[in-house]
């Protein structure tokens, strides 16, 4: 209890968050953008018809960003539920639902609906997906939780880059 009340739980995290560097575009081409769910807050959302996010959140502001930036980009968000709670709204309707608010019509996503964990995840995107060789894939999630889905999604190689969302730590030092 005490780590995650006091200034050390970001310090336990520190080494997940800045593994990856941050992303800069180098004009590659960018087939599709990848990401991956666990942003909402399910029942403010559902009562009240609009985006409410936890504190994963800026994963939909980094989707809102890219998808402008990459116009002709699929998208993929995947978000089915969670092992924890698998009886709830699939987060992929709760981002269909409310996808206006990002000023993005509801088409340019494809929602994947079905993954319950970051494994399922990467293996249902991939399907989706279908990608090409050569092709350059986005994987968007949080900084703390990159190294987990970097691995999950090089099994069914699909995403080659990953695009961390801010991190709460590099807020937290500022």
């Given at each position: 209890m005490f780590a995650g009340l006091s200034p050390l739980s970001y310090w336990l995290i520190l080494p997940l968050e800045e593994r990856f560097p941050v992303f800069v575009d180098d004009g590659t081409p960018v087939a599709g953008i990848v990401v991956i769910g666990g942003t909402f807050d399910t029942?403010?959302?559902l009562a009240h018809g609009q985006m409410t996010l936890n504190e994963t959140g800026e994963r939909i502001v980094a989707?809102?960003?890219?998808?402008?930036?990459?116009?002709?980009?699929?998208?993929?968000?995947a978000g089915g539920g969670s092992e924890f709670a698998p009886?709830?709204?699939?987060?992929?309707?709760?981002?269909?639902?409310?996808?206006g608010e990002l000023g993005l019509a509801?088409?340019?996503?494809?929602?994947?609906?079905r993954s319950l964990n970051t494994v399922q995840n990467a293996l249902y995107a991939k399907e989706i997906?279908?990608?090409k060789p050569g092709e350059r894939w986005l994987l968007v999630t949080s900084a703390f939780h990159m190294p987990r889905a970097v691995g999950a999604f090089a099994q069914p190689a699909l995403a080659s880059t990953p695009i961390q969302s801010i991190s709460a730590l590099r807020e937290a030092r500022r």
């Open positions: 029942e403010p959302t989707l809102g960003d890219l998808a402008r930036r990459y116009p002709s980009a699929k998208i993929i968000y009886d709830t709204t699939p987060e992929a309707d709760l981002l269909a639902r409310t996808i509801k088409e340019r996503v494809t929602y994947e609906r997906a279908a990608p």
